[in-house]
Structures are given as structure tokens and as C-alpha cells.
């Protein structure tokens, strides 16, 4: 079956909410859905819930001969299957672009990182290694879930305990767990995904974006990170030109959100050692009581409602009032004047803006958050327009107008007050300056 | 099973049923016990209406989808299974939001979430001529009614009533939201004097159009107030009344 499409209305909606730094769970754009972890009965099972993303993750191990290549040394296999159990749209046993795309960055955060040991999986080198065997099922897709299996796909190796093995002379011995209590494998550090949606061409960012926040982004960032804050892997797909401070913004933000989840991680374990050694109910069955018929639950206070349109008025009237318009062109030197709303000189000086122009030329494919700057000759006048767009504050957009005079006029040497507020983040940086255009004399 | 074969159908009215639960038709005392009063029905009050998730087998009703058994007196009874399911299944006379996806000929094609796409005609509109075609674009929502549904052809829609006239149906403006819930949880928004529907018309002024579908396309003043109606409708799916109440109650004090 094929997934429902999605309308034009949707998505102008989710553009514009997104714009006003809303979310449709009434996130902030860098709030991460809650995680919940279970475990199963058995080492090595668990199910990770990510808001409503949900994946099962299951190790088991076998012995095998190793390869050739790499006689002393384990092997790990990563799998991950989506279902149409998760999602109508996602197809059984198929390899979907999706699909072997998430299974490459699964096997890149998890196995390319080496948070294993695979040494300490070897029994009898270049005879008998342990295949660890990772397989993770996808139960229901609400977007990013790339991240729910790093998370369920760590916390299962973590959990996971092998049958104890000993070797006398040529003899392998397996030990059942009732023989011999089984070891649990050596983890070096813990590689957890984090993704980053842009919309409109990187001008906004969202942290762990939803189903119907990824059907409308223009490009993901994923980065694998430890708590040590080592990168394992990073990936950028959707084709869209990402600025160096704007990785480096999401390497920040990914060290923060790895910290908690692997403090959460750690404390599930815990928690799950702990009642295992005292006997009590652990594992599924712990929460099987507190399910009703719907396993989902309804997160309370989703959306802030408090007094929306008390608040609404609060900002327009706390706001400051629109900048004043100038109708004559204002000249400072010969050939540089300006004119329009809200004038503000902090191009006043030519030649830095001029170097900066220099500065991004160099930084070639920038496109998206460099200055564009725009000559038009009419006549005897040149229109220079300046547009400075910033990626990551969300409500700064500036436009100038500049009219630029042949010096024939008497230079006026009065600068325009800058009353713009510049860095405001406040929704009154939204007013529209209108553009005028005058051609001189 | 054998268990539960031999359950009266009056008595698990309310309850829970599962697929697989057959339902025993109490036999008219003058007829033969073998007999079903659905086979030939001798008068016309007794004919008995087999609603969605019933099927009739040999031993009665058998129950073909899991949730609350209903009963209705009128018309010599009707038993239907009420359930919170989520894939639609288009039904002749439903009123449904698709979206379109194509543009074929003379024919749109909508998805409306069943297992195939439903056409509609470009004629199908109201004052829709040769000449003058309605202004339908690819992802624009439409609100319909189905004219042809069964399991053997593919599903018709038309945004026209038997006279010709388009009674609240045609394109949905490009604003507002679209979202989807249960196809329980439609049925009782759509239900007469819905409970949730009258609370809500109390906090602000906004549009809605619901689709026998599950989808509920919502438009408000602002984008905060449309996300917070979503969110509403959304929890009001596992919410009980008197929960929705106290919520209202803090949606509406402040």
C-alpha cells in the first residue's frame, strides 16, 4: 500500500508553524521526544520508545569460524526491518532506499565505531569466534528512526549476556547459564544518533524530527556521538549546503542530548539489574498491568494554551513601535545614500562590507546564509540591495534599500539614527520593509 | 471457542467481543430450533441487520473485528461491533477527505487512506461544465461523498448531492490543518449533538470538516490556536469524558 501522500495544506501549515517556532507536539525546535526503555525477559531484548516511535532490538550469539582476514576477531551483525506493522506505507522485505540507507548508518554508528570489543569474541583464533547477531524491528513509525535504533540497538548489546566459554586443549566447553553465570559483552563507549531536520534551505533547525516533520524538511543531519564526546559518524542527506557554525551548532546541541540518553541508558540498566537480582517482576511483564487497551498515552500540557491571545496582544503592544520612514534619500558621501523604512547604517562603512563580500567569495557555496548582494543600474542609479539572512536566529531577516546618487547633491553629512534593534529575536523583526525605489533626478 | 459458541447475542450487548466469538440469534419459540429467524424471515419486524464486524455462519453471528457489541431496536434490530480502527475501508454514502494525487484525463484521482485510490470526475462539481472545469491542483484537499464503493471496482467519489448541488462538499481552502484520528473516535465526533464538538465550539471560533475517513482537516484565526484544536481532538481519543472536562474546564479559565 502506498503512504498516503501529503497535502499541499499540511504542509504550508507545518512550514509556517515551524517558522513561528512551533511544533505540532508543542516542542521547542531543540526538544527531544521522551525515551522510554523496557526490557525484555531474556539478556539482550529490549524495546525503545521514541514518543511514539517505537523499535524492538534483539541480540543473540552463535559460535562460528571467523574470516579469514581477521582470524581473532568476533563479528558483529547489525539488522534492522521495517515493517508495514510500523507504517501501511513501509513494504515487507523489500530493500527500500529507506531501508538500506538506515541499515548503513546503523552499521556505521554501531559496528565502523567500534564500541565492541571483538577481540574478547574470539574462543579459538582462526577457528571459533562468537557471531554477535543484532536484530532490530521497527513496531511504529512516528519519524526518526534512525535514532530509536542506536538507542535500542546499544542498550540491547549493553544488556546482552553470552554463554561462558572455556577451552581446555582442543576442547571448546559452553557453559548453559544454569552452569556457569553468563558474561556480558565488553562495551568501550556508546555511540547514540542524533538527527537534525532544516527546513528552508537551513534557515531552521529541529531536533528529532516527527513523520510529518521529515515529509516536509529539506535535509537531515545525523550524528553519532558517545558521551565522551567523540563523533562516530555524521551523515547529511536531503542535498542542502550547511554552513561550518551550523554543524558545529549541532555537534553542541548532539553532546547535550547524548549526555542525557546515556545517563537515561544507564539508568535503565541499572534498574533492571537491580530487580533481576531481587527476583521481582522485571522485563515486559512489569508493565503489562498498567496497559489498557491503548498502548499509546496522550502526553499532558502538549501545546502551551495559557491565555494565547492576552499573550498575542502583550507582544504587539510591548513591541517597539515600526521604525520611522524615510522619504529622502540620506547621503553620507558621494555615491552612497539611503532610503526606506527603518534606515540603518551599519554598512555605513563601504570598504567593510566590501571585505566582508570578499570574505564570503572565498567561502565559496555558501549560498545559503551569505550575504546577497544585488547591483541594478537604472538610469543613473545604482539600487543596491542588501540582504543578510542568519541561519540560526530564527526571526532575523533584514532588508535595505539603498540608493545609491551619482555625487551632484551637496553631500549631507546627518546619519540616520539606527533604531533597529539588531539580534532582537522578537516577532516584530517580521515587519516587511517595503521597498522603495527612486531614481535620482 | 467451543466455549464461547453458545453466547446469546442479547446478552454480550455492551461488551467485548472478539473475532472468532460466534453469536447465537435466539430462534422464534414457534419455529424449529435449527432454523434462524435470518434466514426467511416470516414477517417483516423480525429481519435482523448484520452490521459492520458480523457475519452470519452457520451457528449465528460470527464476529469478524474486535470491540464493543451495539444493538439497535429500530426496524426489527440491527447488532453492529463498534471498533477503534484506523484503515478505512470506503462504504457507499460516506462522506470522505482525499487528497488528490493525479490528474488523469478527465478524471482526479484521490487518496482517501483505503487500500486504492477513488476517482473523481471533473464534472462532478457544482456548475462544473466541458468548459468551465474546477481549479484542482496535485495535494489540494477534497471533501466528498462516495457514489460507487465495493470490494470488486475502484471506489467513485462526487462533490455533487442528487440535485445537482454541492452542499458543503467541493476543494478545502489552502489554509488550516489536516490530521488524522480512529475511525471510532470520527464516528463519534460525527454522532448527533457530539459532546466534544459543542464543548468545543465554546472556546473559539474555527472551521472543521470531518471525513468518515479519519482525516479532520481544522482551520482557526491563528496557527497556535489551530495546533492546540489538534492536539485536543488527538488526546480526546484516549481521554474519557470526564477527563475531556476537566481539560475544557483549563482551556476555557484562561
Keep these: 500500500m502506498k503512504p498516503s501522500p501529503v497535502s499541499n495544506c499540511e504542509r504550508r501549515f507545518l512550514l509556517r508553524a515551524i517558522e513561528e517556532g512551533k511544533r505540532l507536539d508543542g516542542r521547542q525546535c531543540y526538544d527531544y521526544r521522551n525515551v522510554r526503555i523496557s526490557f525484555g525477559t531474556e539478556y539482550g531484548c529490549c524495546i525503545v520508545e521514541l514518543g511514539k516511535t517505537r523499535v524492538l532490538a534483539q541480540v543473540s550469539c552463535e559460535l562460528v569460524p ?29 530493500q527500500s532506499d529507506l531501508l538500506v540507507k538506515l541499515n548503513r548508518q546503523i552499521e556505521r554508528c554501531l559496528r565502523n565505531s567500534r564500541c565492541i570489543d571483538t577481540e574478547s569474541l574470539c574462543v579459538v583464533a582462526g577457528e571459533k569466534v562468537w557471531q554477535i547477531r543484532l536484530d532490530m524491528h521497527l513496531l511504529n513509525h512516528d519519524g526518526n528512526i534512525i535514532d530509536a535504533a542506536s538507542i535500542a540497538g546499544i542498550v540491547a548489546l549493553c544488556h546482552f549476556r553470552r554463554p561462558d566459554v572455556s577451552v581446555q586443549g582442543e576442547e571448546v566447553t559452553v557453559y548453559t547459564p544454569e552452569e556457569r553465570d553468563p558474561v556480558p559483552l565488553s562495551i568501550h563507549h556508546m555511540p547514540i544518533c542524533v538527527s ?16 510529518r516533520e521529515e515529509r516536509v524538511m529539506d535535509g537531515l543531519l545525523v550524528i553519532a556521538m558517545n558521551k565522551h564526546q567523540e563523533i562516530c559518524t555524521i551523515d547529511s542527506s536531503g542535498g542542502i549546503v550547511l554552513l561550518k557554525n551550523q554543524v558545529l551548532r549541532c555537534s553542541k546541541i548532539t553532546a547535550v542530548k547524548v549526555a542525557e540518553i546515556t545517563e537515561l541508558i544507564q539508568k535503565a ?31 499532558s500540557a502538549a501545546v502551551d494554551t495559557n491565555n494565547v491571545e492576552e499573550q498575542a496582544e502583550e507582544i504587539i503592544t510591548k513591541a517597539d513601535p515600526p521604525s520611522e520612514v ?65 541561519p540560526i536566529l530564527l526571526s532575523d531577516s533584514e532588508e535595505e534599500e539603498v540608493v545609491i546618487l551619482q555625487p551632484q547633491e551637496l553631500p549631507k553629512k546627518t546619519r540616520a539614527q539606527t533604531n533597529l534593534k539588531q539580534g532582537s529575536t522578537s516577532k516584530k523583526a517580521f515587519i516587511k520593509r517595503r521597498k522603495k525605489k527612486r531614481a535620482a533626478h | 471457542m467451543a466455549a464461547r459458541g453458545g453466547v446469546a447475542v442479547e446478552e454480550r450487548v455492551g461488551q467485548v467481543v472478539l473475532p472468532g466469538d460466534v453469536l447465537v440469534v435466539p430462534a422464534h419459540p414457534d419455529e424449529d430450533g435449527e432454523r434462524l429467524r435470518l434466514g426467511a424471515p416470516p414477517a417483516p419486524h423480525t429481519r435482523l441487520l448484520c452490521g459492520p464486524g458480523l457475519r452470519r455462519c452457520d451457528a449465528g453471528l460470527l464476529v469478524t ?45 484521490l487518496d482517501v487512506g483505503g487500500s486504492e485510490q477513488a476517482s473523481l470526475s471533473y464534472l462532478a462539481f457544482e456548475g462544473a461544465t466541458k468548459r468551465n472545469r474546477p481549479n484542482v491542483q496535485v495535494g489540494d484537499l477534497i471533501y466528498g461523498q462516495f457514489v460507487v464503493a465495493n470490494k470488486d471496482m475502484e471506489p467513485e467519489m462526487v462533490c455533487v448531492d442528487s440535485s445537482g448541488r454541492s452542499s458543503g462538499m467541493g476543494i478545502i481552502g489552502q489554509d488550516g490543518f489536516l490530521f488524522k484520528v480512529s475511525l471510532g473516535l470520527i464516528r463519534k465526533l460525527l454522532a448527533p449533538k457530539s459532546e466534544i464538538i459543542q464543548e468545543l465550539s465554546q472556546l473559539y471560533p474555527f472551521e472543521m470538516v470531518l471525513g468518515m475517513n479519519g482525516r479532520i482537516w481544522v482551520k482557526a484565526r491563528t496557527v497556535q490556536q489551530t495546533l492546540i484544536i489538534v492536539n485536543i481532538l488527538e488526546a480526546c481519543e484516549y481521554m474519557t469524558a470526564e477527563q475531556r472536562k476537566q481539560a475544557f474546564a483549563k482551556l476555557s479559565g484562561n
Design chain 1, 196 to 211: 537534525f531536520a532544516f527546513f528552508q534551505q537551513g534557515t531552521y533547525l529541529l531536533v528529532d524530527p516527527s513523520e
Design chain 1, 269 to 299: 540498566l541499572e534498574n533492571d539489574q537491580k530487580v533481576r537480582k531481587e527476583g521481582g517482576k522485571f522485563g515486559f511483564a512489569e508493565s503489562i498491568p498498567n496497559q489498557k487497551i491503548t498502548a499509546f498515552k496522550m502526553e
Design chain 1, 326 to 390: 524615510f522619504a529622502n534619500p540620506v547621503l553620507y558621501t558621494p555615491g552612497t545614500a539611503q532610503i526606506g523604512e527603518g534606515i540603518e547604517n551599519s554598512w555605513g562603512d563601504f570598504e567593510e562590507s566590501e571585505r566582508e563580500e570578499a570574505a564570503e567569495e572565498e567561502g565559496e557555496g555558501d549560498a545559503t546564509a551569505s550575504e546577497c548582494q544585488k547591483m541594478e543600474i537604472e538610469g543613473t542609479s545604482i539600487i543596491e540591495e542588501t540582504k543578510t539572512d542568519e
Design chain 2, 65 to 109: 473485528k474486535c470491540g464493543l457489541l451495539r444493538h439497535r431496536q429500530a426496524a426489527g434490530g440491527a447488532y453492529w461491533v463498534d471498533s477503534q480502527q484506523k484503515r478505512y475501508v470506503p462504504i457507499k454514502g460516506d462522506h470522505a477527505i482525499g487528497i488528490v494525487t493525479a490528474k488523469a484525463g478527465d478524471v482526479f484521482k
Design chain 1, 66 to 94: 571467523p574470516k579469514p582476514s581477521r582470524p581473532t576477531e568476533g563479528i558483529l551483525f547489525v539488522n534492522l526491518e521495517l515493517s508495514p506493522m510500523a507504517a501501511p506505507g513501509l513494504e515487507p522485505g523489500r
